[in-house]
């Protein structure tokens, strides 16, 4: 089997996981979650270099959910990578769980950074990656917004900032699915073109298809031979990827499957 049929494989279980945890809280965020999956699942299995059994290990790399509720998606590959057993992730939005709406630094072996105000997760970023230059560490960080989380004011003074420290060590994903909470981001606040924007705070720009796993591996491979600029890779997404009645849907950014849509969202990502 080969490395890409792996890497997809491994998507496709992660989002049947994000479906079903969802399905089980009653609540959740699948649509930007399912957009997600395919970035994320290069990230964690493919590209990051972790420790699942030494998570605070301080040479691995980072990784920010600037656009946190899409939180199933990171609980989903944190467990695959052996972080938690695959079973809690159905305690999800409970209130004694550990895996809340939004993810949590203080309660979660893995996340790195407590998120879900948006537009604060890039800005977080940016002081890892400005902490590890000045520790003279090799750790890279990761951190994937939102295209509709970029309508935040913060978003552009971190880029701002991490394009004047020359930040080549951040590597950042914008899910540009083109839909936010209540529909297209062109109609609410329109960002595009997102790429020409962060080139002009001083940003490598990459755009890609964010669901084909080849372009995401060899725009990766392009970011870590970058030197003296922070990198965005702008990928063009579906929001609900994998389940046909949820693809191109605003209604399903916040709202959780009933029993019958769940089941056949399941039975598509057989």
């Known amino acids: 089997m080969t490395e890409i049929k792996q890497l997809e494989d491994k998507a496709r279980e992660i989002r049947r996981s994000i479906l079903k945890m969802i399905g089980a809280a009653g609540s959740g965020h699948p649509g930007g979650s399912l957009s997600a999956t395919d970035i994320v699942t290069a990230l964690y299995f ?8 030494n998570p ?27 972080y ?7 305690t999800l939005r409970r209130l004694d769980s550990h895996l809340q ?8 072996l893995g996340v790195d950074m407590t998120t879900g105000s948006l537009g604060q997760g890039i800005s977080a970023a940016e002081g890892m990656a400005l ?42 994903f914008v899910d540009n699915n ?20 962060f080139e002009a705070f001083g940003w ?10 080849e372009e995401i591996l060899e725009a990766l491979t392009e970011a870590n031979e970058v030197k003296d600029k922070p990198i965005m890779i702008v990928a063009n997404t579906v929001k609900g990827k994998g389940v046909s009645f949820m693809e191109g849907e605003a209604g ?19």
């Open 252 to 270: 399903w950014h916040g709202n959780a499957p009933n029993e019958e849509e769940l089941k056949k969202a399941l039975a598509e990502l057989n």
């Open 204 to 213: 490598h720009v990459i755009e890609i298809d964010g669901h084909n796993m």
């Open 84 to 90: 938690f057993p695959k079973e809690e992730l159905q």
């Open 131 to 172: 902490a590890a230059k000045l520790d003279q560490k090799d750790y890279r960080v990761f951190t994937m917004l939102g295209d509709g989380e970029i309508e935040e004011g913060q978003v552009w003074e971190a880029a701002m900032s991490a394009g004047y420290h020359k930040l080549d060590n951040l590597i950042g």
């Open 101 to 108: 709406g939004h993810p949590d630094m203080k309660k979660t």
């Open 46 to 53: 493919k590209e990051m270099n972790l420790d699942s059994d």
């Open 178 to 197: 083109h839909l936010q909470l209540v529909g297209k981001t062109e109609d609410i606040l329109d960002v595009h073109p997102v790429g020409e924007k």
């Open 56 to 82: 605070d290990w301080d040479e691995r790399d980072r990784f920010v959910l600037s656009k946190g509720h899409a939180a199933p998606v990171l609980y989903a590959a944190l467990a695959e990578k052996g």
